[in-house]
């Protein structure tokens, strides 16, 4: 299809050469934008997004968990094995990967570019809470990350007298016999992305040579023999089309990355495809209620859930005021945007990844039973999974609110002719020349931004990375590049004092939100 409309497409001299164009206006374009700016100030870089806002997608404060993944809380990132071993390896490298982003944001604020931390980042613990027979298994992840350099100050209870000073809206009403247990980490956040977005973009409006684009929507994209790519946007106000030309493409549009990347026609695109996960959640309106509760609390999502749907009672600070929300409750549409349309998922159908996409839907069958029982969920259903939380929990205290869309990616399975296998997390594709990327997937994304936008640098611009200033300026915006902090306690102990102390963290403020 996408061979046929590059044919009868009718090409237009390109009306401006900048030598970076960001798609979509999000979290991720915002940190590129800003990492290139900092390593190459003459850049000239143009962003465009499709709605008339900036992080009106899944960096959207009420799309987007923000709880500033760093895998405290997160069951889903120590799984247990069939043996009864706990992996805490992707638990490792997301909190590893979450200290590299406040590294990145403490520099914005020493350097003056965001000036009150407060307004996107907020210290709140990160609890789990599990009951009867996932005590064991909690216990013995605790066990495993205890003295690890990353999950310093973890603790441990059982204790219920403990458990009520930690939740009091938890444990009020629970069944007595209950055995129920929680780990707490006070170094955890509470993340506003949407916030944040907007900051990083509010600065980069200020820098020379950066020009951002509402409303516009890109439409064809097609590489050059110079090695350069046209790209033709539609300005969705005026109803007219221009064509500009660049060096380097970055497709960041969340849920619109694929349909763009299949544009490209890399062969490193070939295959993907994209299961589209919608979401809701319950928002307390009872003010009362709130107040009894300053923590964000993971429990275990249920067998087939998807990692997005794990169920979190969760604090969150929105606008400098406390609010609470439960959920998310996972459901499916086929729109890949919140703002998309109906016909995104059969668009994204292609020949390559027809095969894939099908052996995707017959293996996870127990995920789409999830997917329709959440989707027929009932206003009671939901009470329901909301009391194993809050036992006191009335139906008249909460309003269910839409969440964001997300896409998780599909690939081919290479040790399965025709297979494909369903993958949950971020991945960059790019070109083999650098020229273009494109990011696809979904949580961790916005918490690891940094490091997934380092990860694209060392792609894309290997040489630049290479040379002296280029690796003087990211160990200056990041101090611990170049190692790791999974083994360095002094380094990692050091890396949380600096960052704490620039972005405000667990001070008096602070005490007062909680």
């Not at 809380?73 to 638990?91: F, I, Q, R, S, W």
């Not at 495809?273 to 429990?299: M, R, T």
């Not at 990375?465 to 102990?493: F, R």
């Amino acid at each position: 299809m996408s061979h046929i409309s590059h044919l009868f497409h009718i090409h237009h001299t390109p009306t401006s050469h900048p030598d970076v164009i960001l798609v979509g206006a999000g979290i991720m374009s915002a940190t590129l934008g800003i990492m290139l700016k900092e390593l190459h100030p003459s850049l000239k870089i143009e962003i465009y997004e499709r709605l008339d806002v900036v992080a009106g997608e899944s960096s959207d404060v009420w799309n987007n968990a923000g709880t500033g993944h760093s895998a405290f809380c997160e069951l889903n990132y120590t799984p247990e094995h069939e043996d009864g071993t706990v992996d805490a390896t992707k638990a490792f490298k997301i909190a590893d990967s979450f200290e590299t982003s406040k590294q990145f944001w403490a520099y914005l604020v020493e350097k003056g570019y965001i000036k009150d931390p407060h307004t996107f980042i907020n210290s709140i613990p990160h609890m789990s809470f599990v009951w009867d027979e996932n005590v064991a298994y909690l216990k013995k992840r605790f066990d495993l990350l205890r003295d690890h350099p990353l999950f310093k100050g973890m603790l441990y209870s059982e204790n219920k007298t403990q458990l009520t000073e930690w939740m009091p809206l938890i444990m009020q009403s629970r069944d007595a016999n209950q055995k129920v247990a929680a780990t707490r980490m006070e170094l955890g956040t509470d993340m506003n992305f949407g916030e944040l977005t907007r900051l990083l973009f509010k600065h980069l409006e200020t820098l020379p040579d950066v020009t951002i684009y509402l409303n516009h929507e890109v439409s064809f994209l097609e590489k050059r023999k110079d090695g350069h790519w046209e790209v033709e946007v539609k300005d969705m106000v005026a109803h007219k089309k221009r064509t500009v030309e660049t060096k380097f493409l970055f497709i960041g549009a969340g849920g619109g990355s694929l349909p763009l990347l299949e544009k490209t026609e890399i062969p490193e695109a070939k295959g993907y495809g994209g299961f589209p996960v919608s979401g809701q959640w319950l928002v307390c309106q009872n003010e009362d209620v709130i107040k009894q509760h300053a923590a964000k609390v993971y429990g275990k999502a249920e067998v087939g859930a998807p990692p997005m749907s794990v169920p979190h009672l969760d604090t969150r600070i929105i606008n400098g005021k406390k609010a609470l929300l439960f959920g998310p409750y996972a459901g499916f549409s086929s729109k890949f945007l919140k703002h998309g349309s109906l016909m995104d998922l059969p668009h994204s159908l292609q020949v390559n990844n027809i095969l894939p996409m099908v052996s995707v839907g017959l293996h996870n069958i127990p995920l789409t039973k999830y997917l329709i029982e959440q989707v027929r969920q009932s206003p009671e259903d939901r009470l329901e999974a909301l009391k194993k939380f809050v036992p006191t929990a009335k139906l008249e205290d909460w309003k269910l609110e839409e969440a964001g869309q997300r896409v998780q990616i599909i690939k081919k399975d290479h040790d399965h002719i025709g297979g494909g296998v369903l993958e949950f997390g971020t991945e960059i594709v790019s070109s083999a020349d650098g020229s273009v990327a494109a990011l696809l997937g979904a949580s961790p994304g916005a918490s690891t931004s940094v490091s997934i936008m380092l990860d694209l640098l060392k792609r894309c611009f290997k040489d630049q990375v290479e040379t002296p200033a280029w690796q003087s300026k990211l160990k200056e915006m990041i101090p611990s590049y170049g190692q790791s902090l999974v083994k360095n306690s002094a380094l990692c102990e050091g890396i949380r004092e600096k960052t704490s102390k620039a972005l405000q963290l667990n001070t008096d403020k602070q005490a007062k939100l909680a």
